[in-house]
């Protein structure tokens, strides 16, 4: 198992996810110990001196000019987290609030925060004890920091607040005691430290560039057999015609359509069959996919600044201390809205698919069923297609392009990142279903150009399907069918074996990822 050093290596999404499910181990060498202490000691100078800084000795936000006693420097940290715990709606899932936990340590590590050593030593205890507090959905405008969410993340370090543990819900004083531990007692400034930073919009952001990225995988592989099943023509795919137009998207996607179509039967049968061109959502595969991966890039790589950045305010550096703006959230929220674009038209293409094979051309039977009448075939299933592609289009709004004032006037312009990372990962869930419905109607289709075979690439993927799913020939409910296929997707098993496959057969399915840093 890989260890990460908290505060010292660079974190990526990888890592981040790697530590969150247990496969990677994360921990504070001396080095950032050594840091750690530092910068405490440094707000404990302030503290003893009487010299004013916002947050250490003074109120929060509209109340930075009220002064605080050094007695109550304590109890100011304290109020911090309970005042700021007004977050509503849905608990978000234990995966972001874990990712939560790592992401803050991490910037907090770095020595700019001035928090005591065992503050950080008890959030790390909840993330390796997967003691994981719950954190309502909403609350946060992206701007002073993710203020609601995180006070609510860190509600169990002073005793407060609800945990998941073992699947279950509890009052954080119960788990405490059944680990014969004690709340801790926060210094001057960690309360604020705690809550001031972008990690609940960096943790949606770390969740959908995973996401999105096995979206973009499965909508190639799902999207050639479509072109399969539609004997569709691989032309476009030409390495030498997206030379011409050398989008690094573009270019990786036409690659992979290229190799995912290599020697198939199902090609070669209709080579000279006459029809000049295919559908826009057949032939512009590369052109759409490979926008969305860029988008996707963008994503990426901002997200990994960010991972690696001091998010706090105040930061304390070695001779000063700098009041500034590093917790807002527009250096994510405009990627993110951006990327819930590129998302939303994945599955706009996908859907254009599914109503492609539905039509009965090219030989395929209409609705993509022999006895239809009586049966009502594949015809239904693109009603879901269509309804979530809609949906999409409704979450497209962008998020960020919005600001409403808070603390009376003082943070006048918020980013509202995190509605941008929680609507994209809605997004996500919906195209999940939608390539799961363009999988199914695909195999369906492609069954019916027997004997003939498609590439072996896409043989595997539709008996890898069919293992699963079994051919139609009569109606039945196809929302078990779509739940079982979305599961393949979903659980990111259908992209993984593919790939898995790819590599066995020494087919290079994924070269060329290094311009996109994977």
Not at 83 to 95: F, K, L, R, T, Y
Not at 125 to 141: F, M, Q, T
Not at 309 to 326: K, R, Y
Request: proline share 4%.
């Amino acid at each position: 198992m890989s260890t990460f050093l908290y505060g010292i290596d660079n974190l990526t999404s990888a890592v981040a996810l790697a530590v969150a499910s247990g496969k990677a181990k994360a921990v504070l060498n001396d080095n950032a110990v050594q840091k750690i202490n530092a910068s405490h000691q440094q707000v404990l100078d302030i503290v003893s001196t009487g010299k004013t800084v916002y947050g250490v000795n003074t109120g929060f936000g509209i109340l930075a000019n009220t002064a605080i006693s050094a007695e109550d420097a304590a109890t100011l940290q304290y109020k911090l987290l309970e005042s700021h715990s007004v977050g509503v709606g849905d608990p978000i899932s234990e995966e972001i609030a874990k990712l939560m936990l790592i992401t803050k340590v991490h910037a907090l590590a770095q020595g700019f925060s001035g928090v005591q050593l065992t503050t950080l030593q008890r959030i790390i205890w909840h993330i390796e004890n997967d003691v994981i507090p719950v954190v309502p959905e909403k609350g946060s405008v992206g701007a002073s920091g993710d203020l609601a969410p995180l006070a609510h993340l860190f509600l169990p370090l002073i005793g407060l607040g609800e945990v998941f543990y073992k699947g279950k819900r509890n009052n954080t004083e119960n788990i405490l005691r059944q680990f014969a531990m004690s709340p801790i007692t926060l210094g001057p400034k960690e309360g604020l430290a705690l809550i001031n930073g972008t990690q609940f919009i960096l943790s949606f952001a770390v969740k959908a560039v995973q996401r999105m990225h096995n979206c973009l995988e499965a909508a190639d592989i799902i999207g050639a057999m479509s072109l399969e099943a539609l004997t569709g023509t691989k032309a476009p795919f030409d390495e030498r015609l997206h030379a011409l137009r050398p989008f690094a998207g573009n270019k990786l996607v036409a690659q992979r359509l290229r190799l995912l179509l290599d020697n198939s039967a199902i090609m070669q049968s209709h080579v000279d069959c006459g029809r000049v061109q295919d559908p826009y959502s057949l032939r512009c595969m590369p052109q759409v996919h490979g926008a969305s991966r860029n988008a996707w890039l963008h994503l990426k790589e901002l997200t990994e600044t960010e991972l690696n950045a001091v998010t706090d305010n105040p930061v304390i550096l070695a001779d000063d201390t700098i009041s500034g703006g590093n917790f807002h959230g527009q250096p994510l929220a405009l990627p993110l809205d951006y990327a819930c674009f590129a998302a939303a038209e994945l599955g706009n293409i996908s859907d254009r698919r599914c109503y492609l094979l539905l039509e009965g051309k090219w030989g395929l039977p209409m609705l993509l069923m022999k006895d239809v009448g009586l049966n009502s075939g594949f015809m239904i299933p693109q009603y879901t297609t269509a309804a979530l592609v809609s949906e999409n289009k409704t979450l497209c709004f962008p998020s960020s392009a919005d600001s409403i004032p808070t603390s009376l006037g003082q943070e006048d312009h918020v980013s509202m990142g995190s509605i941008s990372g929680r609507k994209l990962n809605r997004v996500l869930d919906n195209l999940e279903f939608i390539l799961a419905i363009e999988l199914l109607s695909a195999c369906q289709a492609i069954e019916f150009r027997r004997p003939l075979k498609s590439s072996v690439l896409l043989e595997f993927a539709h008996d890898y399907v069919r293992d699963y799913v079994s051919f139609a020939e009569e109606d039945r409910i196809f929302a078990e069918d779509i739940n079982q296929v979305a599961g393949l997707i979903k659980n990111f098993s259908f992209v993984e074996k593919v790939n898995e496959f790819a590599d066995q057969e020494s087919i290079a399915l994924n070269s060329g990822f290094e311009l996109f840093g994977v």
